[in-house]
């Protein structure tokens, strides 16, 4: 198809590297990692240690994870005894710099654009909140974005004797990172076959299509090994968190509209990028309809599954590079002008990029009025911006860690615990965990989704009570840190919130303890906890005299003072 690529000398290839530094900045400004990203951390470290891959040690292994390269990657540092909760972090916003350089040479190289258009296309994903929020995490999303444009480009661009081998590599990569890979495996290929014959002068079947059909074989081989694998060791052929997330109802879908929705109102920079999808198409119809294809197929895809929890479009994430190919193109029309119409260019690179990058700093050009009633986040009590969304996933970490410190300490090691977050307490201790969302656990991810309106949040949809685990007797019903003098308070909401029916008042007991947390010393610190009963001990009793105990420790501040601190989410 004629897609060789054009020389580049690197003296003058060097100002894109200038975009790296605002890059790692707003990197290290986002640098965050979530609970879910400790499930598969949890996986890592069970199989390093030679208890093979599964999240509790007892029972069968449960597919609770959602990206097995990046399993597997984690569990090679966890054996080595590395830090993975830094490494794979830097790891993930390394792939992403990989990605902005790899968009500048795909413009260049590929596409022939100048270098002030490349250059605004890559200072535009560079710069966007979305990207760089996604740059850490600890989660595969910001190496699936990058192994999704990495394929896409070699199965489009790559010729030779050995394409069809790059074709394959990086379509092992994209399939195995993350569940859904193998499934745009297949688009993207798709895609890529017909921009090559469409854009190839004289197509052949050998020359135009082998290198593609050749690379799918390669990635059915390994797929086919990798199913076979995972069918005989979870008996299962969709992981567990496709049954626990995965549904399609008239519910869902809207609420994924109002997902995306939200997105295109947070980040209208974005909407101006497609235009130039009509210059793409100018210059090869094939390609350029596989880019702008591309770059709406991940919101398309967030609409179907009915969206996401995480902030900052997590799952539109690998829609973003393609997006700004196109902007570069729009910014290349213009640039191409005679006359005083050319200086139209710089501006719109320069207004759109600032227009762009405002949401990282939580400002927005278009009102809440018009963004709260896309809310589709019910397990929030009120509307956030995607930036407050994101504050809170960050800040709720180390309210998890304390929890998993308590927890350590006061119960143990191989008690039974039910828990709604599971990631950090389950990396950070070796507690058997039931999981109230049913990501590792088949019971809850099976069940049929409750008749009715929805009532939380994407991927929350099949919760259930910690009551529902009763009848396994675990140790811990449910649990708590809470800290300083508004410690009381708290006790009494959290109890009403987690609303342990009469029947279990016999055989559990609420209680709390006073811990001395690690990083907290001199600040009153205590582990909340509904607790099964101990022999000897009078569980109505019990339950009558907690709100008086909770009184005696409210009286025990009085004379302190201490400072009020933000506590664990319940």
């Known amino acids: 198809m004629g897609g060789r690529a054009r020389k580049l000398e690197a003296r003058h290839e060097w100002p894109v590297l200038l975009l790296l530094v605002p890059y790692v900045w707003l990197v290290h400004r986002f640098w965050f990692l979530c609970d879910d990203a400790y499930i598969t951390f949890r996986y890592s470290k069970n199989l390093a240690r030679g208890h093979g891959v599964r999240f509790n040690l007892e029972g069968p292994p449960v597919e609770g994870y959602s990206n097995f390269l990046w399993m ?14 830094r490494l794979m972090p830097l790891l993930s916003a390394a792939m992403g710099g990989g990605l902005l350089l790899l968009l500048w040479w795909v413009l260049r190289a590929r596409a022939g654009l100048s270098r002030l258009p490349a250059f605004a296309a890559t200072a535009a994903l560079a710069l966007c909140p979305s990207f760089d929020v996604w740059a850490t995490s600890g989660l595969a999303t910001m190496p699936f974005a990058f192994f999704v444009f990495l394929f896409w ?25 993350r569940t859904e890979g193998v499934a745009w495996v297949g688009v993207i290929a798709v895609l890529a076959s017909a921009a090559r014959w469409t854009d190839a002068r004289r197509p052949t079947l050998q020359k135009t299509l082998g ?163 896309l809310h589709f986040r019910l397990s929030d009590k009120s509307f956030m911006t995607e930036y407050e969304r994101w504050e809170n996933l960050r800040d709720n970490l180390d309210g998890f860690s304390r929890r998993a410190s308590a927890l350590n300490l006061l119960v143990h090691h191989e008690a039974r615990v039910v828990s709604q977050a599971i990631g950090v307490i389950g990396y950070h201790t070796d507690l058997h965990l039931y999981d109230q969302y049913g990501l590792v656990d088949r019971e809850v991810a099976l069940l049929q989704q409750p008749p009715g309106p929805l009532l939380h949040s994407p991927g929350h949809d099949k919760f259930v009570n910690a009551s529902f685990f009763a009848k396994y007797e675990p140790e811990v019903l449910a649990s708590r840190t809470v800290q300083g003098p508004l410690a009381s308070r708290l006790m009494k909401d959290t109890m009403e919130r987690w609303d342990i029916p009469e029947r279990l008042h016999e055989t559990y007991v609420p209680d709390f303890e006073e811990v001395e947390l690690p990083g907290y010393e001199g600040t009153r610190s205590f582990l909340l906890m509904v607790r099964k009963a101990r022999e000897g001990e009078r569980p109505r009793r019990l339950w009558a005299d907690f709100a008086e105990r909770r009184k005696e420790l409210l009286a025990s501040f009085e004379d302190e003072g201490a400072p009020e601190l933000e506590d664990e989410p319940s």
Do not use: C
């Open 72 to 85: 597997l990657l984690t569990a090679a540092l966890e054996a080595d005894l590395q830090p993975v909760e």
């Open 153 to 177: 480009e070699r199965a489009t661009f790559a010729e030779g004797r050995r394409a069809w081998l790059g074709v394959g590599l990086t379509g092992i990569a994209l399939a195995t990172i």
């Open 211 to 373: 290198p593609i059909v050749q690379g799918l074989l390669l990635v059915g081989a390994a797929f086919a090994v990798y199913t076979s694998w995972r069918v005989a060791h979870f008996g299962d052929f969709l992981p567990n968190t496709a049954h626990a997330k995965v549904g399609f109802t008239l519910e869902r879908l809207t609420r994924g509209l109002k997902y995306v929705g939200l997105f295109g109102l947070t980040f209208p920079a974005m909407a101006i990028w497609l235009l130039g999808t009509w210059r793409a198409l100018g210059w090869r119809v094939g390609v350029g309809t596989s880019i702008a294809l591309l770059a709406i197929a991940f919101p398309a895809y967030g609409v179907v599954v009915g969206g996401d929890f995480f902030p900052m479009g997590r799952m539109i994430l690998p829609s973003l590079a393609f997006g700004a190919a196109l902007f570069g193109w729009l910014v290349q029309a213009l640039w191409e002008r005679r006359g005083p119409e050319r200086i139209v260019a710089p501006g719109l690179a320069v207004a759109v990029v600032l227009l762009g990058v405002l949401p990282a700093f939580n400002i927005h050009v278009v009102p809440g009025s018009m963004r709260e009633p």
